[in-house]
């Protein structure tokens, strides 16, 4: 088992980028596809046809986001920990996944750059330079 963990900058605030990522429209504005998300702690979630799945373990508005992914029969559950951390150009995003199975960690990593966090910047606009 892998853990993943990288900063992004998303040009949002933290409260606009907390509603993106647990807003059923909002997500489906910006993943361009289907939705299932009960933003409630224990709540599941579907993205990209069912590529994501989980459920919110923890919900701390405007600051964090923690879900756990579901990888089949894995026994240790993945993870992922989203920080929400205000900045002169929107949010750093840091981006907290463990327990990411050997074989599905090249996947994994590269799927956060592209399509989940190029999604949300192409969603939000370039940044102003």
């Given at each position: 088992?892998?853990?993943?963990?990288?900063?992004?900058?998303?040009?949002?605030?933290?409260?606009?980028?907390?509603?993106?990522?647990?807003?059923?429209?909002?997500?489906?504005?910006?993943?361009?596809?289907?939705?299932?998300?009960?933003?409630?702690?224990?709540?599941?979630?579907?993205?990209?046809?069912?590529?994501?799945?989980?459920?919110?373990?923890?919900?701390?508005?405007?600051?964090?986001?923690?879900?756990?992914?579901?990888?089949?029969?894995?026994?240790?559950?993945?993870?992922?920990?989203?920080?929400?951390?205000?900045?002169?150009?929107?949010?750093?995003?840091?981006?907290?996944?463990?327990?990411?199975?050997?074989?599905?960690?090249?996947?994994?990593?590269?799927?956060?750059?592209?399509?989940?966090?190029?999604s949300l910047l192409d969603f939000y606009g370039p940044?102003?330079?």
């Amino acid at each position: 088992m892998k853990d993943f963990k990288k900063y992004y900058l998303i040009p949002a605030s933290p409260e606009e980028l907390y509603r993106a990522l647990t807003t059923e429209i909002t997500i489906r504005l910006w993943t361009g596809d289907q939705v299932a998300i009960d933003p409630v702690v224990g709540g599941e979630f579907s993205m990209w046809d069912g590529a994501i799945q989980g459920k919110f373990l923890e919900l701390l508005p405007f600051e964090k986001i923690v879900q756990q992914w579901y990888f089949g029969d894995e026994p240790e559950p993945s993870i992922v920990t989203l920080k929400l951390h205000e900045h002169k150009k929107g949010t750093s995003l840091e981006v907290r996944q463990t327990n990411i199975p050997d074989e599905a960690f090249e996947d994994i990593s590269s799927g956060w750059d592209d399509p989940y966090i190029d999604s949300l910047l192409d969603f939000y606009g370039p940044e102003d330079e």
